[in-house]
Every structure is written in C-alpha cells, then in structure tokens.
C-alpha cells in the first residue's frame, strides 16, 4: 500500500508563489505516473501536471510557463512549485501515483489547499 501525503498549500496573494510536495511511502510499479490534480468548488478535478517514469512531462495550458513539476527520487517526493499565481487557482490540489500496468495501485492524497486572494 502507497500513501501519498501532501504539504505546502496555503494562501498567497495574486502573482505570489508556493511549493506543494507530495510524499510518497512505498514504491508503484512501474511503468508509472505521479502527477498533481486540482479541484474548485463546483468543478471537476482536473490534471494540473504530471510526469511518468519514462521521462513524459505534461502541463495544463493553464499553468504551462507558471507551474513546474519536479522529483526528489532520493526523497521519494514530487513537488509542484506554482508561479505567478492567479485567483482563479483558488483549489485543492492533490497528488496521484498509479501504475499504467496494475490498475490496482491508483493513489491519492488527502489534498492541501491553495487560496490566492489579495
């Protein structure tokens, strides 16, 4: 069993920054994909970014040239470091690891908060 367990949300003023990680305990099989989604109040959830184990990194127009995801392999954690931060990125963001072979592993976090509001 995989737990992911993410930190770093809060709230930041239009045009701020934040840096949410995710930590993750145990490992998926791989091939595999980490990845950052968020969700607004009556929205679906939508893919923010994410990266498999090949290498494959992809953004939402949204967020492309504002958002960066990375990995700590060492520390087995993903990071999301957001830039130039909007209102309308008010959401709660939530890490996601799942295996592309075994649909089994297919995990989640609990979710932090961003709030960017002046």
């Known amino acids: 069993q995989v737990q992911l367990v993410e930190s770093g949300g809060g709230l930041v003023q239009p045009g701020g920054s934040l840096r949410l990680s995710c930590a993750a305990s145990?490992?998926?099989?791989?091939?595999?994909?980490m990845g950052w989604y968020r969700q607004a109040p009556g929205k679906q959830r939508e893919l923010v970014a994410s990266?498999?184990?090949?290498?494959?990194?992809n953004y939402a127009d949204s967020v492309k040239g504002r958002f960066t995801i990375s990995r700590d392999s060492a520390k087995n954690t993903v990071y999301l470091q957001m830039n130039s931060l909007k209102p309308e990125d008010t959401a709660v963001y939530y890490c996601?690891?799942?295996?592309?072979?075994?649909?089994?592993?297919?995990?989640w976090g609990q979710g932090t908060q961003v709030t960017v509001s002046s």
């Open positions: 996601n690891g799942r295996s592309m072979v075994l649909r089994s592993q297919n995990y």
């Open positions: 990266f498999t184990s090949g290498g494959t990194i």
């Open positions: 145990g490992s998926i099989f791989s091939p595999y994909v």
